[in-house]
Every structure is written in structure tokens, then in C-alpha cells.
């Protein structure tokens, strides 16, 4: 099951939301599907979330996987020089003037309402394979727009909580997670390296012939792993 964070989908927008905010949303969908312990999985942008509700939620999550993820900025070395150059003077702003900053965000994202695959990219080959496969680069164009259904807002606040503090250290979040990472998605790959040596008893994996969106490929050994 997935969910959609503050301003994305069908769901409002919270403004000044962080990243570990997201964990009492994650809670309170449980309390209602009467989950008393679950496991979660983030991708992308959703690994700093899925790992902040490991470390607020404590033993209701029973485990948690993560894959081609960033790393909160004020902690992984060389994260900041990975930023897409465009995106660090609102990076920056992010630490003085959040709200200024997801403005801003807001206006340089509104060209992705138009046409989601300027939002996916596909840098790498193993990016591009699958952005012109017509079952996965469908897939994921619909779900970006599904996403961007109301507006660039909800993106903006997601960026703007990714580039602030986190609010918890890499080395809090319980030990065992499970770490995936694409050779190919090089603006991933300080992020990975930090994670893999700093998260507690952490078993990570590299996929030598994916980019950022290799997990498009792996789904099933993602959500099997134990």
C-alpha cells in the first residue's frame, strides 16, 4: 500500500511540513487499517521519510527499505556538490527562508505540470530504456502526474523538507535497513556510500546496470527482502 505525502495526489498540502512529519501521516493511516506493526520502503525522495518513520515510529516498524535516495545535506559529504547546480541557490535559501524558498521551487516546477518527462529525466541508459519502454515510461509518467494533480506546491514543500535538517541522524535510525543503489545514477552514489557505512547493521546492494529508477526493475526483491 502507498500513500500520498502533503500535496501530492489527492492529498492537502501542509505547508512547512519536514521530513519527519511524514511518520505521525504514516502512523495514523495504520491506526486506521488497524496495523499494530508494519514495514515500510521509501524510493527516491521517500527514503528519507521511510527512514525518519523508522526512527519515530521505533518497534511498529518492523523493517524498512530504502533505494536510490538522497541524504539529508547537513550530513553526507559531497551531497551538496551532487545538488543539480539549479537547485542549490533554493537549497541554500531553504536554511533562512523556507517558505521563500518553496516559492520559488513551486515556479520552476510549474513546467513539469506540462510534461511529467521533464521531471523524470532519464540521464543514464538504463533511465532512458525504461522512460521508452511503453509499460514502465507509462507508468511512471502517470504517476508523476497523478502526483502533480494539484499544483507544483506539493513538490516544492517535499524539496524544501529533503534540503532542510532532517530532524534525526542517519545513525539513529534502527539497525538492519535495507540499502539499494544504481552503478549508473552517479548523483546518487555519495549519498549510498555514507548510508551503506553509517546505517546500523545496514545491508545494502549495488544494481550494476541501473540509474536512479532501477528499482522499476527490482520491485520484487525490494518488497521480499527480509
Given at each position: 500500500?502507498?500513500?500520498?505525502r ?18 505521525a ?16 520502503v521509501?524510493?527516491?525522495?521517500g ?42 541557490p ?6 533562512e ?10 515556479r520552476?516546477?510549474?513546467r513539469?505540470l ?22 514502465s515510461?507509462g507508468m ?13 506546491a506539493?513538490?516544492a ?40 557505512a ?22 520484487r526483491?525490494?518488497?521480499?527482502a527480509?
Open positions: 500500500m502507498t500513500f500520498d502533503p500535496g501530492f495526489g489527492g492529498s492537502d498540502r501542509r505547508d512547512g511540513r519536514t521530513v519527519l512529519d511524514t511518520a501521516d504514516v502512523a495514523a493511516l495504520a491506526d486506521g487499517l488497524e496495523l499494530d506493526h508494519f514495514d515500510v521509501g524510493v527516491s525522495a527514503g528519507g521519510h521511510a527512514l525518519g518513520c523508522a526512527v519515530a515510529l521505533g518497534d511498529r516498524v518492523s523493517g524498512v527499505a530504502v533505494a536510490s535516495m538522497p541524504g539529508p545535506l547537513d550530513e553526507v559529504p559531497g551531497a551538496w556538490d551532487a545538488l543539480d547546480r539549479r537547485q542549490r533554493a537549497a541554500d535559501m531553504s536554511r527562508d523556507p517558505p521563500r524558498a518553496a516559492r520559488g521551487v513551486e520552476y516546477t510549474q513539469w506540462d510534461d511529467p518527462t521533464t521531471f523524470l529525466g532519464g540521464g543514464t541508459p538504463d533511465d532512458r530504456a525504461l522512460l521508452a519502454d511503453p509499460d515510461g511512471l509518467r502517470a504517476d508523476v502526474a497523478e502526483a502533480l494533480r494539484p499544483g507544483a506539493g513538490m514543500d517535499d524539496l524544501v523538507a529533503l534540503w532542510m535538517p532532517w530532524g534525526f541522524r542517519i545513525a539513529d535510525v534502527p539497525p538492519g535497513a535495507r540499502l539499494w543503489h544504481g552503478a549508473q545514477d552517479t548523483r546518487g552514489e555519495p549519498p549510498f556510500r555514507y548510508l551503506s553509517t546505517l546500523p547493521a545496514c545491508r545494502a546492494r549495488v544494481w550494476p546496470d541501473a540509474g536512479h529508477y532501477g528499482v522499476v526493475r527490482h520491485w526483491e525490494v518488497l521480499t527480509d
